[in-house]
């Protein structure tokens, strides 16, 4: 069964749906829905070159679609990209899995693409998933941010923010802050933090660097003398820290964001 | 039962690399898939206890460094064989042991 939480107005509740494994939908009720679909997040890589973040998924929504309890969707949801982890040499990370709709009253398939694994190469950057599909239905949305050195964030009004080498924290969203359980009505809403990073000067044996809050990016990580160190998960859809380090030192790169589908009954 | 799947088309070219999903939905909705499996590195023993032998040090290094520390005469002498330890016809097998 999918999360379901009601929004309250006007005295009727207008649930919504948090959709976190792939599955048929029907709609329980009459009326009409805004959907919004998010791929999965890029993992980061690991190694002693770069960073190599992952980028985020992208985001794709359907303002408002008439149904009916005879309608039925396919929803599609893509995993965030695995962690890597090694101890010396050069890993790139995972991408993260499509999120895709289809279904009544929709053209065909609707795809958010999951953004890139984090690349070991000072010469490229992990790049966003894009979104794809007719937009006969008012389906629209934007690439996510790409992965540098911390995570790519989701971008709900314009592409994905990524990091711009000031100050090293995982990308914001630029979706309105307060986790996503606060989304209602049309809107879906984030977190307010990207990861912060962990390096040497954290001290101890082990670095580990932040997770990144909803549709915000991970964390990096960096060592030169620890045992482990682990750079911060994407958070939903987003991307991961890239994870640094001599040899002989376990790397660990963080976790893809989980893509995620979240239906929302309007009212009216 | 894995709950990822790698979805492919008929040439076997990946056409979604990771979805969350039961593996009945996938029957029903995809014609060539497999379960996604996580890709691990093989890690050798010398490996291991290298990465022993660092924590090791990192561990015993404020007692090192402090004068008053309790058996801190052994701790330098392990400390060392700790270092000497990878160039040494023990390692990996054995490893050096803090005297009491």
């Known amino acids: 069964m999918p999360y379901a939480f009601g929004a309250a107005a006007g005295g009727k509740t207008y649930p919504q749906y948090f959709i976190t494994k792939s599955q048929t939908w029907v709609p329980p009720e009459d009326g009409n829905i805004c959907i919004h679909v998010i791929g999965g997040g890029g993992s980061g890589a690991v190694g002693s070159t770069v960073y190599g973040a992952g980028a985020a998924g992208a985001y794709g929504k359907i303002a408002s679609l008439a149904v009916t309890t005879a309608g039925s969707f396919t929803l599609v949801v893509g995993s965030g990209g695995t962690k890597r982890w090694g101890y010396n040499g050069v890993i790139d990370g995972v991408s993260g899995g499509n999120s895709t709709i289809a279904g009544t009253g929709i053209t065909g398939t609707l795809t958010c693409g999951g953004g890139e694994g984090g690349i070991q190469s000072s010469a490229a950057n992990a790049g966003g998933g894009a979104v794809s599909g007719s937009a006969n239905e008012g389906w629209a949305g934007f690439s996510g941010g790409i992965g540098v050195v911390t995570g790519g964030a989701v971008g709900v009004y314009a592409t994905g923010a990524h990091d711009t080498g000031t100050d090293y924290i995982g990308a914001r969203t630029d979706a309105p802050i307060g986790g996503i359980l606060m989304s209602r009505y049309g809107t879906i809403c984030g977190g307010e933090r990207g990861g912060n990073w962990a390096s040497n000067m954290n001290g101890s044996a082990t670095r580990l660097a932040i997770h990144g809050e909803d549709l915000c990016g991970g964390g990096y990580a960096y060592t030169s003398v620890g045992v482990n160190s682990f750079s911060g998960n994407g958070g939903i859809g987003a991307g991961a820290g890239g994870c640094k380090g001599n040899n002989y030192i376990y790397l660990h790169s963080g976790y893809g964001g989980h893509g995620i589908i979240l239906i929302q009954y309007l009212p009216g | ?100």
């Open chain 2, 1 to 100: 039962m894995s709950s990822k799947w790698v979805i492919k088309d008929a040439g076997g070219n990946i056409t979604n690399p990771c979805i969350t999903a039961e593996e009945s939905f996938v029957a029903e909705n995809f014609e060539y898939y497999e379960a996604y499996t996580e890709a691990t590195p093989t890690v050798s023993a010398a490996v291991t206890e290298k990465l022993w032998r660092n924590e090791e040090l990192i561990e015993t290094d404020m007692a090192a460094q402090t004068p008053d520390w309790p058996n801190r005469d052994n701790i330098i002498i392990y400390r060392a064989a700790l270092r000497a330890w990878p160039a040494s016809s023990d390692f990996p097998a054995t490893r050096p042991v803090l005297g009491t």
